[in-house]
């Protein structure tokens, strides 16, 4: 017999979708309003048909007047998917009943009208009426949630409920990567910060699963280093490079910001430098070369950058023009000297020296940053800046104060590269355990340690005389319950741990060398996985009695250790 593919050939395309799908149950019931019965039942695992008979279900029923029923449940962690609401019964007008489906990253979110404190349906509704039937399985479309309400719209009416299901929608993907150490609070950080980048790892890499739901390239950098830690190759990376190449022609800038195509060149030199894979680079070449010379007209004699278009180097940054110049300066200088490595890899000598050329052009000036510590980075990362200096002066003092969520990554390196790995582990055990504390399974969009003051967790009803710090703050096109609390960028712990603390760093394209230099930073063990070409590299870093660290290493073949 033919198979439906054969079948219908003439009438498919051949687009497929990558992910799979599993059905959520929620794990907790947060609140019920009006009349309900049986919200515990909601908490049973049960199969996924409606039959004729369902002895164990919930029920919410409306009379003429007062408070409609309702439910609010938890599914114990944020993911990406839709929702599924079983109806057994429906008693209204016709047969059918009207339901209030709200999804919410918070519980307040879930609780909070369209419209109310930025609550909106860009990108994907969070908020809509699904009017329902009897013996019906009714699915929403996807967004990020964690908390899904339902309410009964109609008067004079009820609806027997079998299940709602969140419908998970995930790459089922192995975590090659791994690490683990004596400190469950930095085992929670590299995982959430990994699980974090998976849910974006749709049919294409986003930037977050609620908002935007788009391919930021600049959003990117972080999440494809923290996809090379924890899954290795995965197609989707180079798929959303070409995606945005294909969609910006030289002479304009990915996404609209300039910052963002060099991005895109700081991506190329990471996925090459774990893969080795030529031919994809190859097909790069053109482009990447045209970019490069495009970009070397915005270094002047001085050294100094003027790159044009929309200037951006991260939100808490966006209003402070002397902390952009400096931190693209450095942008710029860590551009050209991945190009002049991959230029070189393409035998380009002549581009290769152009970029070699403007990197030292821009050596010629060291900007001031103006207390950024997200610029300060940069600069020393690149080079423009001494490091222990820019630790000392800048990264150094209140600790995590100032820190951001897309650049926390490179403020943790700009620290180990001062040889204060100390400082960094507190720093972000400080940052991103404060969103832990908060209640977060995903790491955000943005993030200020100010926020935690008198605020009220993310999965409870805010109590009066509490900060709703999901509602209440944010700026910039992420105000209130616009803000996203899984976005891509904020992943860095999980790179940050696997490169500086287990200590694996790639030294030569495709892991035919490796260097391991593990930094305990006080802990008493640090153990871990990380992905080659060749197979994974296992790792683990015991301190003894006498301050000193025994390493035990396992290599695949093909993957040889740098002294």
């Not at 009379?63 to 114990?76: F, I």
């Not at 830690?229 to 300039?258: C, E």
């Amino acid at each position: 017999m033919a198979r439906l593919t054969d079948k219908f050939t003439a009438l498919q395309s051949d687009v497929t979708d990558p992910r799979t799908r599993r059905y959520l149950t929620p794990k907790r019931v947060v609140l019920t309003k009006g009349s309900v019965t049986g919200a515990e039942t909601l908490l049973i695992e049960k199969d996924n048909q409606v039959a004729l008979s369902e002895p164990v279900s919930c029920r919410l029923k409306n009379g003429e007047d007062g408070e409609n029923a309702a439910v609010l449940v938890d599914y114990g962690i944020e993911f990406s998917g839709s929702s599924r609401i079983m109806v057994i019964s429906a008693e209204g007008p016709n047969g059918r009943v009207n339901l209030l489906v709200r999804t919410g990253e918070s519980v307040m979110e879930a609780l909070t009208p369209l419209g109310e404190k930025n609550t909106t349906n860009d990108h994907a509704n969070r908020d809509r009426i699904l009017n329902v039937g009897f013996f019906s399985a009714n699915e929403t479309n996807e967004s990020g949630y964690r908390f899904l309400y339902v309410e009964l719209l109609d008067k004079n009416a009820a609806v027997t409920i079998k299940a709602l299901q969140g419908v998970f929608h995930y790459r089922d993907l192995d975590y090659i990567g791994s690490f683990e150490c004596n400190d469950t609070r930095v085992n929670k950080i590299w995982e959430t910060a990994a699980y974090t980048a998976h849910l974006n790892m749709q049919e294409y890499l986003w930037d977050g699963i609620k908002r935007d739901r788009l391919v930021w390239i600049g959003d990117m950098h972080t999440e494809v280093m923290t996809i090379l830690a924890a899954f290795g190759y995965n197609d989707v990376v180079p798929k959303s490079l070409d995606h945005v190449r294909d969609q910006t022609p030289i002479g304009t800038w990915m996404n609209g910001i300039t910052a963002y195509s060099i991005w895109w060149l700081l991506i190329h030199y990471e996925w090459y430098m774990h893969t080795a894979d030529v031919e994809y680079l190859s097909e790069q070449h053109e482009y990447m070369k045209a970019l490069l010379t495009e970009l070397s007209k915005y270094v002047g004699e001085d050294g100094q950058e003027n790159l044009p278009g929309r200037r951006f180097l991260d939100w808490p940054n966006d209003a402070d023009e002397t902390a952009k110049h400096a931190g693209l300066q450095g942008l710029l200088k860590l551009a050209f000297d991945a190009g002049a490595f991959l230029m070189a890899e393409l035998e380009d000598e002549e581009t290769a020296k152009l970029c070699a050329e403007t990197s030292e052009k821009l050596k010629r000036s060291e900007p001031d940053c103006n207390g950024s510590k997200q610029a300060a980075s940069l600069l020393s990362l690149s080079g423009l800046s001494d490091p222990v200096k820019i630790n000392e002066k800048l990264l150094k003092p209140n600790g995590a104060h100032g820190y951001s969520t897309f650049f926390g990554y490179y403020t943790l390196a700009a620290k180990s590269l001062a040889g204060d790995y100390d400082g960094a582990l507190r720093d972000m055990k400080e940052y991103w355990g404060g969103m832990l504390d908060m209640g977060a399974t995903t790491f955000w969009e943005d993030f200020n340690l100010d926020w935690l003051e008198n605020a009220a967790p993310i999965d409870e009803v805010v109590p009066e005389g509490k900060i709703d710090i999901h509602g209440d703050y944010g700026a910039y096109c992420y105000v209130k319950f616009r803000h996203s609390l899984c976005h891509g960028w904020a992943s860095g712990p999980c790179p940050w741990l696997s490169r500086y603390v287990l200590g694996v760093q790639v030294t030569e394209p495709g892991f035919k060398k490796v260097k391991i230099q593990p930094h305990l930073c006080g802990l008493t063990f640090v153990k871990g996985t990380y992905p080659t070409p060749y197979g994974k590299i296992e790792a683990a870093h015991y301190r003894l009695d006498d301050g000193s660290v025994k390493s035990e290493i396992v290599l695949p073949a093909g993957v040889e250790l740098e002294e």
